[in-house]
Structures are given as structure tokens and as C-alpha cells.
């Protein structure tokens, strides 16, 4: 796969050989579980997550009827375990395909069929309503989160923060902790 963002109309096509045969040339890999496609720009990941997500809430859909099958809390716990896992997975490398709002929508559209289900509300209640009464985080600020904690521990990893320190640098308590006493009136 020839990764690139040049916009000029050229041969794109580089020709690479292993064992006397040519290579087939890709326009998208799939990596540790995410689709990079030659832009970078993970349309395709988006698209392909959503899909799995929208089947796996479909085949939840035929037991969480409105009067009788899964409850509240039950779909909520499979939201938290299986698809917010899923929506989620790799989101500090792929965080700015979430800015255009094309992938925005798939996006929502996915986390609106599980609130509809979660809510056993009517289809025609919009994605920001069904937030509120079902709990959830918007997924989209959901991403945005989960983005700044691993951005948090990464850099905290660099700094050193539970460096090993000599037993004769320890802080002594007696030292860190002031007692002040204020007279009663």
C-alpha cells in the first residue's frame, strides 16, 4: 500500500516484486485491528466498525422488545461491554477522522439504535435526547475522553512520575505535614 496524501495526478501504482512476482498494491491494510486506508483518513474503519456494531445491536434488538426481553440495566451493561469497546478501540490513532462530520454521523447513528433500545423509546426521538435518560456520553465526547487519558498516561509515562528513589532521598512525613492550631473563641 502506498501511503500518501499528494494530490497531484501521477502514477500512483509502484511496482514491488518478491519472488519474481509482482505484489498486488492495496488501497487499505488492516492493522492491529484497525483499517488504515492510504489517506489516513479511516473512512473505512469508521464504516466497518459501525457495521459490526449496527448487526451485534440488530441481533440484541429481537430479545429487547418493549414489554418483555432485556432490561434496562442488561443492555446498558452489554453498551459499556461489547460496543463502546468496540466504537473505541485504537480511538487516539484514528481521533481525527471524528472531526469531519460525515464519521460523525455513523457514529451516532450507531449509538442512537442501542439508546433507542436502551430507553424503549420511539424512533423518532433524536441521538441528544436519548442521552439523558439512558446515561450514556455522547460517543463522540466519549472518544475525545478516552483520547486525553491516554495522552495523560503516555506523558506521565516520559516524565517518570514512579521513579525509583533511594532509600536515604525518601521525603521524611515528620517533614511534608504542618500541624497548625487555631485558638477556639
Known amino acids: 500500500m502506498l501511503i500518501t496524501r499528494r494530490k497531484r495526478k501521477e502514477n500512483k501504482e509502484i511496482p ?94 450507531v449509538q442512537r439504535l442501542i439508546n433507542i433500545r436502551i430507553a424503549k ?12 435518560p439512558t446515561g450514556l456520553t455522547p460517543i463522540v465526547i466519549q472518544a475525545e475522553e478516552e483520547t486525553k487519558i491516554f495522552n495523560i498516561k503516555r506523558e506521565s509515562s516520559k516524565n517518570e512520575i514512579d521513579k525509583d528513589v533511594q532509600v536515604k532521598d525518601w521525603i521524611n512525613p515528620a517533614d511534608t505535614v504542618r500541624i497548625t492550631e487555631h485558638p477556639e473563641d
Open 121 to 132: 423509546a420511539y424512533r423518532t426521538t433524536s441521538n441528544e435526547a436519548l442521552c439523558t
Open 16 to 109: 514491488v516484486y518478491m519472488n519474481n512476482k509482482r505484489l498486488e498494491q492495496v488501497q487499505t491494510i488492516r492493522y492491529l485491528g484497525m483499517i488504515i486506508d492510504s489517506k489516513k483518513n479511516f473512512k473505512v474503519h469508521v464504516l466497518y466498525i459501525s457495521q459490526k456494531c449496527t448487526k451485534l445491536i440488530h441481533a440484541l434488538s429481537k430479545s429487547a422488545k418493549l414489554k418483555w426481553g432485556l432490561s434496562h440495566e442488561a443492555l446498558h451493561t452489554i453498551y459499556k461491554g461489547a460496543i463502546l469497546p468496540l466504537m473505541t478501540y485504537g480511538v487516539p490513532v484514528w481521533i481525527k477522522a471524528l472531526e469531519k462530520e460525515c464519521n460523525r454521523k455513523i457514529y451516532n447513528r
